[in-house]
């Protein structure tokens, strides 16, 4: 997988996924490139979030045709999913110390070493002793953004990352992705927010019905007019 910049770190053909004998995708192609963000939008039920998890292999392939989808070094990929509720009491700096479990050739040195940057790049140093059930929904949300980073990922894959997070935050948070791909990373990103999404994309992917109705540069995506025909406001 070349990671050099304006090339496509993930391309696939004609993928088609279904649930339960029910169509969720069908017959999408995309490309994306390295060194951008690319955000993926489209109304609720659309198959974004589908989508990213497919991408980051937690999908059964069984369900899953594609004439062509490139399997990614687990290392490689960060995947912060969607409401995420840890079940049993760890310490936060725990919490995000499993980002690094794939990682298997880092000495504990380095896993620590990578534990503290990634609390400090997402503002929760200060949360490292706390238990994860005993923190805000943002501050979890930042932690589990930490465990992204901790395991220095070359694509990252986010699903609505700025969920539950104050505008500092989200600001943070959106800045933080741009910088991992402007650095030679991708970054797919499932967002609600089409001022924002214009703002902090590159390029844009937009859904509907289990389809690609656009895609290309954020711009040019999220029109007046294609934000008219899909979200009809």
């Known amino acids: 997988m070349s990671q050099s910049r304006n090339t496509n770190a993930i391309s696939f053909s004609n993928l088609n996924f279904a649930y339960n004998n029910r169509g969720i995708l069908s017959d999408i192609s995309l490309q994306f490139e390295t060194g951008k ?3 993926i939008f489209g109304e609720n039920g659309a198959g974004k979030s589908t989508l990213l998890k ?3 292999g937690v999908m059964s392939a069984e369900q899953i045709k594609a ?3 490139q399997n990614f070094p687990q290392a490689d990929i960060g995947y912060l999913g969607q409401q995420i509720t840890p079940a049993w009491a760890l310490k936060v700096s725990a919490l995000v110390e499993l980002g690094t479990l794939s990682r298997e050739s880092w000495s504990r040195e380095e896993k620590q070493a990578a534990v503290q940057e990634a609390m400090a790049q997402t503002d929760c140093l200060h949360l490292a002793e706390r238990k994860v059930l005993e923190i805000s929904t943002g501050e979890l949300q930042r932690a589990l953004l930490a465990r992204v980073f901790a395991g220095k990922p070359k694509i ?3 699903d609505e990352p700025t969920a539950g997070l104050d505008p500092r935050h989200q600001l943070a948070v959106m800045n933080l992705l741009q910088q991992h791909a402007q650095n030679g990373g991708t970054v797919l990103v499932v967002m609600h927010d089409l001022a924002a999404g214009k703002t902090f994309c590159d390029n844009a992917v937009l859904l509907a019905n289990g389809k690609v109705y656009a895609h290309g540069t954020a711009t040019e995506v999220l029109s007046d007019e294609n934000i008219f025909d899909v979200f009809g406001v």
Do not use: P, R
Request: proline share 0%; glycine share 8%.
């Open 37 to 39: 963000v690319t955000g």
């Open 54 to 56: 497919i991408l980051a």
């Open 67 to 69: 004439s062509e989808l």
């Open 156 to 158: 990252i894959l986010a």
